[in-house]
């Protein structure tokens, strides 16, 4: 546990520590409970946040909806919990494996070592960066009542959702913000420091494969969502 704390708060030290013990499966099992809890408690008061607004339209009273939010809220956050250990866990595992294994064939070619284990560490540990990130949108959903967006999407406004292109670049940006900037920093120099290979070389590898990635994950979901509004907007105007 004290490596999650140096990640985010000593670097240098944690690297260290990876590099003495690549351990992956505690950090791993650790993440994915950090991550479903997280994720849940941000989805549960979203939701209640939509719903209290729908209740209130309705002409429920304060008391009336509290005693509903007070009934939901464990139960929400409990199957939502559930639903993110299932769908998370191994679309994480997948994820870290590939990313380490690109990485270290990379590595291997350049240093003739495999490093494959102590990157593998090093990017689960550096991913902790992601419940944080939840926790803070969780805080402000919780104390604030609003829904906080901490990716950089918030500096492209949607007005045109029946074109590709903006939609394409909003959930591009979506998947980016100071913390998947952070991780990127943190895996950047976790490989300069544990390989020693040149900084501008980690750099530009994390770099590359987070864009790839991004533009894997977002490119057939930019297209499946157009495709929905294209056709939800024809049947409301009679078009289909």
Known sequence: MDVIIDILSNPLKAFEKIKRNPEFLFPFITFVIFISSTASCVETEKNI????????????????INKYKGFMRPVSYFLSFILFIILLSPLHLIGFLFYAYIISLIIKK???????????????????TFPLKNFIEYIFALLFKINAELSFSILYPLKNYESFIPLFIKLFLS?????????????????????????KISYSIVSLLFIIDNLIITLPLSFLLHKAIIFKLGTQTGGI
């Not at 719903?51 to 309705?58: M, Q, Y």
């Not at 350049?110 to 991913?127: G, H, Q, V």
């Open 49 to 64: 946040l939509k719903e209290e607004i729908v209740l209130k339209a309705k002409g429920y009273t304060q008391a009336q």
């Open 110 to 128: 350049i240093k003739n070592e495999n490093y494959f284990k102590t990157i593998l560490c090093l990017i689960i540990y550096a991913s902790f």
């Open 175 to 199: 998947n980016i913000s100071i913390f998947s900037i952070w991780t990127i920093f943190l895996i950047s120099e976790g490989i300069y420091f544990i390989t020693e290979v040149k900084r």
